[in-house]
């Protein structure tokens, strides 16, 4: 839920967020509201009624969906540090002390930094729907206001036309994004990235065995089986049946027993996850030195910190944020980039094996939780028609080069020829 400084949620966007994505995953629910926040810090920040503009269909003018715009762009903890405080404000009705209390909370940075493109698209993306969502809810309302029939009409009309021509103006100004495809890693970073994490490399970076090797079956783990951070994280111990080769991944959405601030959730279907042999023994290596942590015995999940907590999301952001900061010849790992490393290799595994784009896709979705309607499976098949395509190409270039020095050869025969008989004829002249 989106709070205000007391800790009160917000009834606008708690409504929408309820009614538009209640059957979404909370890491959508959440930046669908991150993209209702932008909206709101922005309103705070620049002085702004947003119930007054959504009621009279005023909106923002160009001006401000500028500054809406670079607002997107940046980190949400500078937008609050940057925030004019404003005593009348709908949403964040602040008393002067406590604002200055809030305000010392936040961090201060002396240069202002940007995210990444895409994540700016995104806010915006659901900052739109946000407004939009707003925007029918109030032309809604014209036909119950005491009007005729044919002035509320045209009222709501005119407020629609105003209303996606906004809309429109945001999409408009939202930054493109780049279209190099999924990343995925190098032969020669995948190799490196192995070596760098196994338990006794002495290039490891991580000095306790028991994190030592939970990282290897980590890493190993989503290598092998494409599963999401979220999925490795919720996996329990009862999920790993180590006598039929198996990690059964499985939906646990708000769950009580589960105590983690950020509980990690599967986004996709509930699945069975194959392990070979040589992954199954890495599980059971982890399982074993996993049990022997007090704290570890007192719950089920199965990946756990020093202490035996459960391992957090932040633990395996920070995981592959060292390796990329200790070994950057490894590339820009992380946990979803194995994933589409494992989509990568996949589609070589379909080359090779002969498999068709129909039996492809539908093993793909399967072993990915996607459904049969899934439009992911298209972006791997599309990444590797290109891939075809490029290679037809440069043999086609090839072999129409394939001459080139018998034609060199052909030009510098005649060029001697030329020169013989252009000397003859300088020798009958004199």
Partial sequence: MLLDDGGIPLFDPTVWSITRYRQKSAATVEQALRGAMLIHLFCWRHGID????????????????DALVSDASK????????????????????????????????????RVQTVAPETTRIRLHY??????????????????????TDEAFVRAHEYGVRLVDVVEQIEERAPSVSRKGRISLESEQRARLLEVVHPDSRINPWSDPFVRLRNWVIVCWLLGTGMRRGELLGLRVRDFNRGQAY?????????????RRRQPNAKTLERVAPLD??????????????????????????????????????????????????H????????????????????????????????????????????????????YLKRRTKAKADEHSKEMQRRLMKHGPEI???????DQKAHALNDEAVGAGG
């Fill in 50 to 65: 947003l119930a007054e503009r959504i009621r009279a269909g005023t909106f923002f003018e160009v001006g401000e969906l």
């Fill in 75 to 110: 980190p949400f903890a500078h937008l609050r540090t940057a925030a004019k405080v404003l005593s009348t404000s709908e949403f964040f009705p602040l008393r002067s002390r406590s604002a200055a209390r809030f305000l010392r909370r936040l961090p201060t940075t002396a």
């Fill in 328 to 379: 950057p010849d490894v590339g820009s790992v992380s946990a979803h980039v194995l994933r589409h490393q494992w989509n990568e290799d996949f589609s070589t595994y379909a080359d090779t094996s002969g498999l068709g784009s129909d039996e492809e896709v539908q093993l793909r979705c399967f072993l990915m939780g996607w459904t049969p309607k899934s439009r992911m499976p298209g972006h």
């Fill in 247 to 259: 990690c059964e991944i499985k939906r646990r959405q708000d769950d009580k027993r589960d105590q």
């Fill in 408 to 414: 060199h050869q052909r030009i510098k025969h005649v």
């Fill in 127 to 148: 900052a739109t729907s946000y407004l939009r969502w707003l925007g029918e809810r109030q032309k809604s309302r014209f036909s119950s206001g005491a009007i005729g």
């Fill in 277 to 326: 042999e040589v992954l199954t023994s890495l599980g059971e290596q982890y399982l074993e030195v996993r049990n022997k942590i007090e704290l570890a015995r007192k719950h089920g999940i199965l990946f756990v910190a020093e202490d035996g907590k459960p391992l957090s999301d932040s633990a395996i952001t920070g995981m592959f944020a060292l390796l990329r900061e200790r």
